[in-house]
């Protein structure tokens, strides 16, 4: 599997006990919904999958996960802060108009004062707001997105409108 043919869920935190049991962070909104048969973890660039032989969800968006053939902590040492997908079949279905900000990734970044920013490469939702990353003038650059910032998106074009506060990209470009 490509990463093109799955998304993102979250990580693997720590390990639980001594039987190979890992503790998961959810980063994905609706990890309730999922189905978790397989996961797949990103080894060095390469989606290599885990079957799950049991998962038990919490309610502050983490999970304990057993994973077939790995019985002992030693087996799912490698899995530590490895970032873990799903295949696209798996995404739960979406209401008419539900958008998040998440789908701001791929996007074109357009300041109304700057003009072209770049493609937003990341996405993260941190605790108290959603940041996009793009490389501007070749540095990274980072920003909120929320109502307060975002003029307009259009979902056929990948195009983000944004009004930026003045001198917030001054503080990447001027190291």
């Not at 030693?74 to 739960?92: A, E």
């Not at 990734?105 to 939702?125: H, Q, S």
Request: proline share 4%.
């Amino acid at each position: 599997m490509k990463h093109e043919e799955a998304f993102y869920i979250g990580y693997v935190t720590k390990t639980r006990g001594l039987k190979g049991e890992v503790q998961v962070f959810f980063e994905f909104d609706e990890y309730e919904q999922l189905e978790f048969d397989v996961v797949f973890a990103d080894m060095n660039g390469k989606l290599v999958p885990y079957f799950v032989a049991s998962a038990k969800l919490q309610a502050n968006k983490t999970g304990y996960f057993n994973f077939d053939d790995a019985d002992h902590i030693d087996k799912v040492q490698p899995l530590l802060k490895k970032k873990l997908y799903l295949p696209l079949s798996q995404m739960p279905e979406r209401e008419e108009g539900e958008f998040f900000y998440t789908d701001f990734k791929g996007y074109l970044a357009i300041d109304e004062t700057l003009g072209e920013l770049g493609e937003i490469l990341e996405v993260n939702e941190y605790p108290q707001q959603f940041v996009a990353t793009v490389m501007y003038k070749e540095t990274e650059i980072l920003f909120p997105l929320n109502e307060d910032f975002i003029v307009e998106y259009d979902e056929d074009e990948k195009t983000l409108t944004l009004d930026l506060p003045e001198g917030l990209l001054d503080i990447y470009l001027a190291q």
